[in-house]
């Protein structure tokens, strides 16, 4: 009888093990797809749903998420607790970061000689201080109306014939965007914030951008012929529509009643040619129609045969970085020297209280990473991120860039690109990273 006990115990307990194991497995085996955008108004942070489609297809997404988030309530201490290691990084990119004297008659030679294939600033260079400070207060010698994509842009040249980008300031700091995950304007805070981040994960491949004021009355001279005709005084200010894909007269932007000065984002343009490509992972901006990648579970296989290693790796990269400021608007990517350049992230920082898991597809379908990159997020844990963006943030002329909102919520997301990162070693060890 006791034999008999003990045996029907020892087989109790080994089902119940195999049942465990076999649920863990299968979290782990769907990380292999993904799940949409879903519009909400919540002021509590919440993570995104999959949209009425195919059931089979919905649960699939649904558990991935579910575990990437299960699996951040369980990460080991090290995740959780400040890198003591980040302090001196931290300092030395202050340091970079902070306004410098420059001299104008070589700091555009210096700052275009710096790309190399996708990096388009060198680490950890205080020269970095006087560019920043060259875009802030150069003079402006002309302004016209970019063509380049959907939104409103303005092209000011500086003297030395260096042509720069203006995104106008559409939003106050604490406005929320509902809608999907690529809804609303471009946020001129987001392009700032994304180059300082970027710094910050040595993820060099975003354009120098500082922000600026300028007025549109006093400039308004230096327009060209076509962008004057879209710059109307409305209520005794100036003001400005352009001329791009979805500017309209009815939709201007102006400058402030106070100040009397527009707000702005200055991205200095990155030299050399640029390719662009269609993203793999592009949405089709249809709720009722998927694309591939949110049905084809073994979608990365397909995407392996395509693109070299290092654009692969560079779009997984793209993926941490996109989820982190939240910009699922990726569509297309463009390329310096076959290598990936993170361009347009005005689309980031939205709602600081949604987590839209699916811009993490890349990286969990594929399941690949740079070790460097694995390092450098893990050197930022328990609260150095943020800490160090703050302080970076604080040194531009337009701060505060972001809300408490937002800086909280760049936390939780790195708890769950930890989370994924982990559920991929679980499956495939330390031969996802290269």
């Given at each position: 009888m006791?034999?008999?006990?003990?045996y029907?115990?020892?087989i109790?307990?080994?089902l119940s093990?195999?049942i465990?194991c076999?649920?863990?497995?299968y979290?782990?085996s769907?990380?292999?797809?993904?799940?949409?955008?879903?519009?909400?108004?919540?002021?509590?942070?919440?993570?995104?749903?999959?949209?009425?489609?195919?059931p089979?297809?919905?649960?699939n997404?649904?558990?991935?998420h579910?575990a990437?988030?299960?699996k951040?309530?369980?990460?080991?201490?090290?995740f959780?607790?400040k890198?003591?290691?980040?302090?001196?990084?931290?300092?030395?990119?202050v340091?970079?970061f902070?306004?410098?004297?420059?001299?104008?008659?070589?700091?555009w030679?210096?700052?275009?000689?710096?790309?190399?294939?996708?990096?388009?600033?060198p680490a950890?260079?205080?020269r970095?201080?006087?560019?920043?400070?060259g875009?802030r207060?150069?003079p402006?010698?002309?302004?016209k109306?970019?063509r380049r994509?959907?939104?409103?842009?303005?092209v000011?040249?500086?003297?030395?014939?260096?042509?720069v980008?203006f995104k106008?300031?559409?939003y106050?700091?604490?406005?929320?965007?509902?809608?999907?995950?690529?809804s609303g304007?471009?946020r001129h805070n987001?392009?700032?914030?994304?180059?300082?981040?970027?710094?910050?994960?040595?993820?060099?491949?975003?354009?120098?951008v500082?922000?600026?004021?300028i007025?549109?009355?006093?400039?308004?001279?230096?327009?060209d012929?076509?962008?004057?005709?879209?710059?109307?005084v409305i209520?005794n200010?100036?003001?400005?529509?352009?001329t791009?894909h979805?500017?309209?007269r009815?939709?201007p932007?102006?400058d402030?009643?106070?100040t009397?000065?527009?707000?702005g984002a200055?991205?200095?343009?990155?030299?050399?040619k640029?390719?662009?490509?269609r993203?793999?992972?592009?949405?089709?901006?249809?709720?009722?129609?998927m694309?591939?990648?949110?049905?084809?579970?073994?979608?990365?296989?397909?995407?392996?045969?395509?693109?070299?290693?290092n654009?692969l790796?560079?779009?997984?990269?793209a993926s941490i970085?996109?989820?982190?400021?939240?910009n699922?608007?990726?569509?297309?990517?463009?390329t310096?020297?076959d290598r990936l350049l993170l361009?347009?992230?005005g689309?980031g920082f939205?709602?600081?209280?949604i987590?839209?898991?699916?811009?993490?597809a890349?990286?969990?379908?594929?399941?690949?990473l740079?070790?460097?990159?694995?390092?450098?997020?893990?050197?930022?844990s328990?609260?150095?991120?943020t800490?160090s963006?703050?302080?970076?943030?604080?040194?531009?002329?337009?701060h505060p860039l972001?809300?408490?909102d937002?800086?909280h919520?760049?936390?939780?997301?790195?708890?769950?690109?930890?989370s994924t990162?982990e559920?991929?070693?679980?499956k495939?060890?330390k031969k996802m990273?290269?």
């Amino acid at each position: 009888m006791t034999k008999c006990s003990f045996y029907d115990l020892f087989i109790l307990l080994c089902l119940s093990l195999a049942i465990f194991c076999c649920l863990n497995v299968y979290f782990i085996s769907h990380l292999q797809s993904t799940t949409l955008r879903r519009d909400g108004n919540e002021s509590v942070h919440r993570t995104d749903t999959a949209r009425r489609t195919h059931p089979t297809l919905e649960t699939n997404a649904r558990l991935v998420h579910k575990a990437i988030i299960h699996k951040a309530t369980s990460l080991k201490p090290d995740f959780r607790n400040k890198n003591p290691k980040h302090a001196s990084i931290k300092q030395k990119l202050v340091g970079c970061f902070r306004p410098k004297s420059y001299n104008s008659s070589n700091i555009w030679k210096m700052v275009n000689s710096w790309a190399k294939a996708n990096e388009v600033f060198p680490a950890l260079d205080n020269r970095l201080g006087s560019v920043l400070e060259g875009l802030r207060t150069e003079p402006i010698i002309s302004i016209k109306s970019s063509r380049r994509g959907t939104q409103l842009k303005l092209v000011l040249e500086l003297p030395g014939s260096q042509y720069v980008l203006f995104k106008p300031n559409w939003y106050r700091r604490e406005e929320i965007i509902n809608g999907t995950v690529y809804s609303g304007k471009d946020r001129h805070n987001s392009e700032i914030v994304s180059f300082h981040l970027a710094a910050i994960l040595n993820l060099r491949f975003t354009p120098i951008v500082v922000g600026r004021r300028i007025s549109l009355r006093d400039h308004v001279e230096l327009a060209d012929d076509e962008l004057r005709r879209t710059m109307p005084v409305i209520e005794n200010r100036q003001c400005v529509f352009g001329t791009c894909h979805y500017c309209k007269r009815s939709e201007p932007v102006c400058d402030d009643v106070e100040t009397g000065r527009l707000e702005g984002a200055v991205l200095h343009t990155i030299p050399g040619k640029l390719v662009k490509y269609r993203s793999p992972w592009q949405r089709t901006y249809n709720s009722e129609v998927m694309a591939e990648w949110e049905k084809n579970n073994n979608y990365c296989s397909l995407v392996k045969q395509k693109l070299t290693l290092n654009v692969l790796l560079d779009l997984m990269d793209a993926s941490i970085f996109d989820f982190l400021i939240q910009n699922g608007d990726r569509h297309h990517y463009e390329t310096r020297e076959d290598r990936l350049l993170l361009l347009d992230n005005g689309k980031g920082f939205g709602n600081p209280f949604i987590d839209h898991m699916d811009i993490l597809a890349p990286l969990y379908q594929c399941c690949v990473l740079r070790r460097s990159t694995w390092n450098r997020l893990i050197l930022f844990s328990g609260g150095a991120l943020t800490e160090s963006l703050r302080t970076i943030d604080e040194l531009d002329a337009v701060h505060p860039l972001l809300t408490e909102d937002h800086y909280h919520a760049l936390e939780r997301r790195l708890l769950y690109v930890y989370s994924t990162v982990e559920l991929c070693k679980q499956k495939y060890g330390k031969k996802m990273f290269k």
